[in-house]
Structures are given as C-alpha cells and as structure tokens.
C-alpha cells in the first residue's frame, strides 16, 4: 500500500501541499496513504460515509462536526488538498517559523486559523456568530445525561454573558478570540504529526 | 454503618458457633474490622473443641445435637479468612477519605499486622497462604487474568515497545545493578554478611526488582496522570514478572554450582527467549481454542462464563508444566480470547464473565495484602541494619537512574516522549509487592541467610508500600505530571478547550495517529477474512452495530417498565431546544458567584472526558464503564432523527408529552442547586452500576420517542440523507408522540422484529457498524 501510493502522488503536487500547509514530505506521503485507505471507492475523493467508518469518531462526540469541517460548504467530496488543507490547522506552531519572514498570508497553523477552526465548529450557519442554540448543541453533545436542559440553558447563557461585550446575546469571532487570549491554543489545537 | 452491625451479627454468629472451648475473650478496642478477630482464636482451636455429647453416650443414646469441626475445617477457615479480609475491606471503603490518601494495599498490610500480631501472641500459626504452590497457583492467577482481559489494548499496542524495554531491559538492569552493589557492600567486614556471596546477591536483587504497579495505578487512576505513564507502568508490572521468573530460576541454578562459564549466561538468554517467545505461544494457542469453543455455546448459554476460566487457567498450569512464563501466558491468553468471546457469548454471559474476572482478582490482591501483613509478624527474622538499609537505597537509586537512562534511550522512538516529571513519576511508581514476597520464599533452605533475605524483602515491601505508597499522591499533585489542566477562570476556557481536545482527539483518529497503523491494518484484515470466519460464531460484521443497538433498546425497555413514571420526566427532553428558538425574549438572569461555581462544578463533572487521554484505561476496580459509549451512541441517533424531523417536532408541544420543563423551570434569582439538586457521581465501587442504570434509564425518553415513531406511518424508504448509515436504521421516522405502555411495549417488539431488516441496509451501516466495534474496543 505504501508504494502504491506514492506513485499516485506527484512530486509536484507533494511541492505544492507543502508550500501551502507547511508538512515536510514524509508526512505528506504518510497521510497520502492514510487518505487513500479510508477511500474505499477508491476515487480519490472522501465522503462523508469514508470519515464515518473510522469507529472513533463515531464515539467521539463532536464526530459529525469534525467531519462535516473537511467538507467545504455545500460539498460532499473531499479531495487530497483539501483534506491536507484542513488538516493543517493542526500542524504545531514551530517556534523557528515565528521568526521567520511572515509570509504574504498567514500560515494555515497559525493561531487566528485555529481559533477559526473551532469557532466554525460552533457555528454552523457560517454567520459570524455563535448564537444560544449553537452554543446549547455543542454542550449537550459534550455533557453527560445527568444534566437537565435547564441547567445546560443557564450553563450556555453564562457563557455568552462572559462573553458578550457587544450585548447581541452571541459569541462572534473577536469575542471568541478574546475569551480564549489566555488560553494555550497553539498545544491544545495541535497535533505532532508522525514522520 | 450497617457493615458495622452487619459484622458484628456475624462475629457474634461465629462466636456462638465455635466458642465452645470456653477460651477468653480477646479484647475488642477498634471498629469494625477487628471485631471479627476474636474468631480467629477460636475456630484455630477447632480440633480441641469437645463434641457436645462425649463419651458418656456410649449406651447409645441418639445424638440430638453433634459437632463435627475437624471435618468443615479447612474451608471454614478459609472462608472466614476471606471473610475477614474482605470486611476489612468494606470498612475501610465507607470512608472515603482514608482511601484518597493511603491506598488500599496499606490499609489491608496494617490490619493484617494486627492480626498476625494477635494471633502471634497466642502462638498459633497463619494458614500456609503466601506458600509457593499455593501463592502461584492460586492467588496469582486471577489478578493476571484480571490486568490482561482489562488491559487497555489500544495504548498497549501503541507502546508495546516501550513496555517491553522496561520491563526486560530495566528488570534486568536493577536486578544486576543492585546485585552487584549488594556484593560490594558484602565485602566490607564492619557489615557482617561476608558469607553471602555473588550469586545469592543476584538472585535476591532479581526478587526485589519485580514491580508491582498495584498502589501506583491507584494513585494515577485516581488522579488521571497522562496515559503514557499509566501504561508503562501496567506494562511493566505485567512483563517484569517474567523476566524476574527466568532470571530467578537461572540465578537459583547459578547458585548450586559451584563455577559460572559464559555458555551459561548464553543458555541463559536462550532459556529467557523460550520462555517469552513460549509464553506467547500458549497463551495465544488457548486463547484462540477458547474463542473456538466459545462458537458452539449458544445452547448452553449457563456455562459460557467457564471456558474463559478454564482456558486461561489451563493456560497458566500448562506454561507452569514447561517452566516457561505462565504470567505471559495467561494474558495473551485473556487478551485473544476476550475480543472473539465477547462477540460469540450472551450478554449476561459477558457481563458475568467480567464480574467474576473482577471479584476473584480482588479477593486474590485482598488476600495477598492481608497476608502479607500477619506473616510479616509471624515469620522468624533476621535483622541487619546494613544490609536492609543498604538494599532499600540500592532498589532507588537503581530504579532512578535506570529509568533515567532507559528513557533518553528510548525518547527518540516515542512520539510522544516522556518528560523529567514523567521519568520521576515512573521511578517513584517502582512499588514493590507481594510476587517479590512470595519468590522469596522460595529461596532455597541451603541459604545460610534465608531469614535475613526474608527480613530484607519485606523491608522493601512495607516501604515502598506504605511510604511511596502514600507519599506518591502528593508528590504527583505537587509536581503536576502532565494531565487535564484544570484553568477554570471562565467557564468559557473550560467549554471551549474541552471542545478543542475532543477535535484533536478525533482528527488523531481520523489520521489514524497510529504508529503501527500498517501492521495494524494487515492484523486487521487477516482477522476479518480468516479468523473471523472461524471463531465467530454469527459471523456478520455489519450486524454486529445493529445488534448492539438492539439491546441498548431492549435494555431501555426493561428500564423503562422498572422505573416508576415518575423519573421519565427527569430525562432530557428534545423538545426543550426547540421551544428555546421561540422564546427569545428570555429575561436576562443574574448569576452568582454561588451559581457560577456550581456550574464549574456540573461542567467538570459530567463533560465526557477525552477518550484517548482519560478514558482508555480502566479503573483497576470498577468495571469498565462503556455506558458512556453507549450513551454517546444514543446520543447520535437521537440528534439524527432529531435533525430528520426537525420540521415536524415543533408540532409537538401542543401535544400532551410530559413537558420535562414544568419540572424544572429556573426561577430567576434562585439558586440551581436547590432548584434541581444535581445526582452526585459517588465514588464508591458501584458508581458503574449506577451510572449505567442511571444512563440507560434517562436514554428512555430519547429512546421511547424513536420506538414509538415506528407505529406512525412510515414515509416509504428512507429519505435521502447526508448519512446513508444513519437514515437506512432510522427510516425517516416522524416525531415522537407519546403512548401509553402498552404500545411502547409493541413498539418494541416490533422495531426488535425488524431490525434484521435493517441488517439488509448492508452498505448503509458503516456508521453503525463501527461503534460497536469501538465500544467494545474501549472497554
């Protein structure tokens, strides 16, 4: 399986992922092959159902929402670029790229980008903002059965009230980012890929 | 309280029963526990204790009332014994304090003391229990059983290597090293142990560098320590007593002669291959015979639960037969066996296999430490400060750097490599216990300084237990060893990063962040296409989600019919978030200081913990808790149907469901705990039953809702959906509707009649499919 797929990869398209997502080509290859043997129609596309059969997203309860994060809006196909695309926001900040040159744009891993990452995992109708309902979803998908929805409905409310600086009773993006300045997002968001 | 009264009925019952001798009574000053000691005098006694009717009955009178104690006597006494030993152990568990900071091992060697020095005082002897034979053959077994059909596989798996180093090659560098420094302190004449010469050195070293992860675990369960440590530590525990066992059976050979030529040392290093390398074998060997025979059990459902103990049993004494490692044997034993069984037996089979495996395992552990307490007192010892002292400094400082140096050779392999405090917490975590006890006593009677050698292990044994034993909480909590770090400013740091570890954790699965991912793939299916087809029974892999979805309902039926209706409307109702669209002109609450600490409180409570980092291990005396799988599958579907008739539900309040919210309506300005107190997560060991019972009967409502859709007409076929798996068992159901009992009832039965329909799905259920799979791999 390892040879195989290295030969469907081109060299060029290896370059190319690697200047826009920051992989070194080992990894690259790696999670070529990992792409291919979760496509099992074998076109070079993931669907929705590939991601599904991994038994551990099943379980995870955020599952549907990271599935549904490969896929760009309206798509049902996720092709190698894409995958790789999303998959970058994980990439661990490496501390001699701070101090390199900022690029033209900003690198996929970046903080902003993983911070939009998760922020788009609340907020599925792409509107900037994270209402109650939203909020309410993803704790009731995170939270055991012990909990009422009274008591989740106040959990949510003060979290946007701990939020909310501009009173619209939801979370958008600058507001999400400021709650979380403290936080160590570049580890939590990031994963070491294996060589 | 009520083992209190509850022992003290006994005691007096076996008091009443034995106390025929007429012997003083010992005084009683403590709690619970030891008021079943004044038994222990007596019915050791036995065999004195007159008939009740002697001699002068000759004439021939019938007997009205005879004892006979001699003959019931060995399994009385045993089971008094453990008896005795698991009251102890009721007693100390009803205060949970005591348990958080001294583990139980501690609890259980102290009252053993007490009882050894009691019985010492009136000269009687213990039963023969940490003898070889019986230590080997009895009390071993079901606490190995127990650590390989628990075992974590997947973090095994993932570092097996690692484990592996560890226990062999840092076994057979404290063994050597402290062998070596005990030899050179043996020199200096001031000591008085020059007759002790290398050999024996070695060969006691190898005894007392067995480590028994038994405390350790506890504390990092407990405390919820990265899995990465959890798992060497487990590993090498497991693994070292095999080395330790072909090290000490080649070092007790070294002993008797008189030379030691370098082809010994090689026939040594062969003898350790074969003895692995066989383990294995024979392990794997009964392991797959098991499985096998497990296939054609399904009409005699009441004695599955034997062949696993058979097996694995027969297992053990097989590799004992050859002298080769019967500890390796018996896990990979439990471990091949466990994944096939547990498809091919019933559930009740499967839930009784589990118990029993988790009973006799503590019965065996709670044995040993008691033990282990009264002989400490019994035994004849030889002291010798030197030597003692010397021999518990060399065990740390051997452990240490060797972990130390282990680590930095292994860090470049390991993905995730083991930091400064994770190699402190591996050393500290070197306990010491009952194996090197019972080895020790093995020792063969030709040893000038048997007792001293006896003393010394002990010695070990009692500090590593008790001073690391109950220092090593602290110490972890102080150092902070890498786990969840808890930074609760604002419940929003708390949401939001346990959202973001449940998305790492799902897109490190999702890469298949695996590193033997290849091998993994292969094993994987070499398993579906050969050895599924002939071990498994009911060989139908995609039935296998449907199944486990059938009796999730069909246990929630049953819950639901015992549950008194009342508690239906504590369960979370779907309705809720819909009428929360509507209702946007909410007054803003206030929120206290109180209210937010409270919410901190249920968030770190009942937020799923992340899986791979909390949750793949289990806790080594609960059983594995998979109703959280279980729950989040529920879960699932209950959001797809939701999200299918979204459209439809918001019909529903008008209709007469029990509105869950009247029940639990916020009174602005009151408090959330006085409003709807929270059911606390106790810590006792049944948290698991209840957790269960509590989670699948508060799945009902979710539950009740998608069965009784089935009586509503059905669209035809499923509507098209995103998730071909999910719609071909959902159906494209209408919204819930309530019914009386008696068409639940019907609903049931019928959505159990048809779901083999939905097996025919046949490609649609990847997505069922696999957390079954997952489920039981989690466990």
């Not at chain 1, 092959?33 to 159902?49: A, H, W």
């Amino acid at each position: 399986m390892g040879s195989r797929a290295s030969t469907l990869l081109r060299e060029e398209e290896i370059e190319e992922i690697k200047k826009e997502t920051g992989f070194s080509h080992s990894q690259i290859t790696r999670l070529y092959s990992r792409f291919t043997s979760l496509d099992k129609g074998e076109n070079g596309t993931l669907s929705r159902e590939d991601f599904q059969r991994i038994p551990e997203l099943a379980i995870n309860p955020l599952g549907d929402r990271i599935i549904n994060a490969f896929f760009p809006e309206g798509e049902d196909q996720v092709n190698f670029r894409g995958f790789m695309r999303t998959l970058a926001h994980f990439r661990p900040i490496e501390d001699n790229e701070k101090n390199k040159n900022p690029p033209t744009s900003e690198p996929l891993n970046s903080r902003t980008n993983k911070l939009l990452f998760a922020f788009r995992l609340y907020d599925l109708d792409r509107d900037d903002k994270i209402s109650r309902d939203e909020l309410l979803q993803v704790l009731r998908m995170m939270v055991g059965v012990n909990i009422s929805d009274e008591q989740l409905g106040s959990i949510a409310d003060r979290t946007i009230q701990e939020a909310d600086t501009n009173g619209d009773n939801s979370i958008s993006f600058s507001e999400f980012i400021k709650v979380l300045e403290k936080v160590d997002v570049e580890q939590k968001m990031s994963i070491r890929f294996l060589h | 309280m009520w083992a209190r009264s509850g022992s003290s009925w006994f005691a007096l019952l076996l008091v009443f029963s034995c106390y025929a001798g007429g012997k003083p009574e010992l005084e009683v000053s403590k709690p619970s526990p030891p008021t079943n000691l004044q038994n222990v005098k007596p019915f050791h006694d036995g065999d004195h204790e007159p008939q009740a009717y002697p001699e002068e009955e000759e004439r021939g009178r019938l007997p009205v009332f005879t004892m006979d104690y001699p003959r019931i006597q060995v399994p009385f006494e045993f089971t008094l014994w453990v008896l005795l030993a698991s009251f102890s152990k009721i007693g100390f568990n009803i205060y949970h304090k005591i348990t958080i900071w001294i583990p139980e091992s501690c609890l259980l060697i102290s009252i053993g003391l007490i009882v050894g020095a009691i019985m010492h005082s009136v000269k009687e002897e213990p039963p023969a229990v940490l003898d070889t034979d019986v230590f080997f053959l009895y009390m071993l077994p079901p606490i190995v059983l127990d650590n390989g059909y628990f075992m974590p596989t997947r973090p095994f798996y993932e570092n097996v290597g690692t484990v592996l180093w560890y226990a062999v090659v840092g076994t057979l560098w404290n063994s050597v090293g402290i062998g070596l420094s005990l030899y050179a302190i043996c020199q200096f004449e001031v000591f008085g142990v020059q007759d002790i010469n290398l050999q024996e050195n070695l060969l006691f070293a190898s005894i007392i560098s067995a480590v028994d992860p038994v405390a350790a675990l506890n504390v990092f369960e407990d405390i919820g320590v990265n899995e990465q440590i959890y798992i060497v530590i487990f590993g090498e525990g497991l693994f070292n007593d095999a080395v330790t066992v072909v090290l000490y059976n080649m070092f007790t050979f070294l002993a008797d002669m008189p030379v030691v030529e370098s082809s010994d040392v090689f026939l040594g290093m062969a003898r350790f291959l074969v003895v692995g390398v066989g383990g294995v074998l024979f392990g794997l060997l009964f392991g797959f015979v098991a499985a096998f025979t497990t296939r054609f059990t399904h009409k005699t459902r009441s004695i599955e639960p034997l062949f696993v103990f058979m097996f694995s049993y027969l297992a053990y004494l097989v590799a004992e037969l050859f002298a080769i490692s019967s500890v390796l044997a018996i896990i990979m034993c439990a471990v091949t066996m466990k994944y096939y069984v547990e498809e091919n037996v019933s559930q009740r089979s499967c839930t009784t296999i589990r118990h029993v495996v988790k009973m006799l395992a503590t019965i065996s552990e709670t044995l040993i430490f008691f033990f282990l307490g009264v002989v400490t007192i019994t035994t004849e010892h030889e002291w010798n400060w030197a030597y003692i002292l010397f021999t518990l400094l060399f065990a740390f400082v051997w452990r240490g750097i060797g972990i130390l140096v282990l680590t930095q050779i292994v860090n470049p392999f390991r993905t995730i490599t083991f930091n400064f405090k994770d190699q402190f917490g591996l050393a500290y975590g070197g306990l010491r216990g009952a194996i090197c006890f019972a080895l020790v006593f093995t020792l063969p009677e030709n040893f000038s300084r048997k007792n001293l050698f006896v003393t010394a292990s002990i010695a070990i044994i009692i500090f590593t237990v008790f001073i690391q034993g109950i220092s090593i909480r602290p110490i972890v909590e102080y150092i902070n060893i890498r786990r969840t770090n808890k930074d609760l400013k604002t419940i929003n740091v708390e949401v939001h990063s346990r959202m973001m570890e449940h998305v790492v954790s799902g897109v490190e699965d999702l890469c298949g962040q695996w590193s033997h991912y290849y091998w993994k793939d292969k094993f994987k299916k070499f398993n579906d296409r050969i050895l599924r087809r002939i071990l498994l029974r009911d060989n139908r892999a995609e039935s296998s989600i449907v199944s486990l979805y059938k009796k999730l309902e069909l246990q929630s039926a049953i819950d639901l019919l015992d549950t008194p209706m009342g508690d239906l409307s504590a369960a979370p109702s779907i309705v809720s978030l819909h009428d929360e669209k509507r209702d946007s002109s909410r007054p803003k609450k206030k929120f206290l200081a109180a209210d937010v600490r409270k919410m901190h409180d249920i968030l770190a409570k009942n937020m799923y913990k992340i899986r791979q980092k909390t949750t793949a291990y289990t806790n080594r005396y609960n059983l594995p808790d998979n109703s959280q799988t279980r729950e989040i599958l529920i879960r699932r579907h209950a959001s797809i149907r939701r999200s299918l008739g979204s459209g439809s539900l918001r019909e529903l309040p008008s209709n007469s469901v029990p509105r869950s919210q009247k029940y639990y309506s916020l009174q602005p300005g009151s408090d959330l705990e006085s409003a709807f107190p929270l059911r606390r997560r106790s810590h006792a060991l049944d948290e698991v039953d209840r957790l269960s019972h509590r989670s699948s009967s508060h799945s009902v409502a979710p539950m009740r809702r998608l069965d009784i859709i089935r009586e509503q007409t059905v669209p035809g076929g499923p509507p098209p959906l995103e998730r071909g798996g999910a719609a071909g068992s959902v159906r494209g159901r209408k919204p819930p509707v309530p019914a009386p009992r008696r068409s639940l009832r019907r609903g049931r039965e019928e959505s159990v009649d048809s779901e083999p329909g939905g097996a025919e799905e046949g490609t649609g259920e990847p997505l069922l499919r696999s957390p079954s799979s997952a489920a039981r791999d989690s466990t």
